[in-house]
């Protein structure tokens, strides 16, 4: 499975993006799929995460009100909403599927991993 995430790029602080994340195959329909992002020196750090049929959705504390997961399975593509956007939010984003169905918050629990898309927040 291949995952290309896109929509990343500069934005002020207070703005939007909207990150894509596509899947080579269908096979991750059956999967949860999540965001991460990591920044230069920082471990990767979950972002939200949505299950396999987009009925349960998770996200971290820094996001929540703020981001929103989502997925469409007949184009095997996920997307990350982000709204209100601050510099602590600037990170290189990556989009992977887990291992599992189910929500999935932690780094352990996904199998594939896309090459990550950037995101600066200028203030």
């Known amino acids: 499975v291949q995952l290309q995430a896109s929509g990343g790029g500069l934005v002020q602080a207070g703005g939007s993006l909207r990150l894509s994340c596509a899947a080579s195959r269908r096979t991750t329909s059956n999967n949860g799929m999540g965001w991460f992002r990591q920044t230069p020196g920082k471990e990767r750090e979950f972002v939200a995460a949505?299950?396999?049929?987009?009925?349960?959705?998770d996200y971290s504390e820094s996001v929540k009100g703020r981001f929103t997961i989502s997925r469409d399975n007949a184009k095997n593509m996920v997307y990350l909403q982000m709204n209100s956007l601050n510099v602590e939010d600037t990170a290189i984003y990556y989009c992977?599927?887990?291992?599992?169905?189910?929500?999935?918050?932690?780094?352990?629990?996904?199998?594939?991993w896309g090459q990550g898309t950037q995101v600066t927040v200028s203030s």
């Open positions: 949505i299950s396999w049929n987009g009925s349960r959705k």
């Open positions: 992977a599927a887990a291992l599992s169905s189910a929500v999935a918050t932690t780094l352990r629990g996904y199998r594939y």
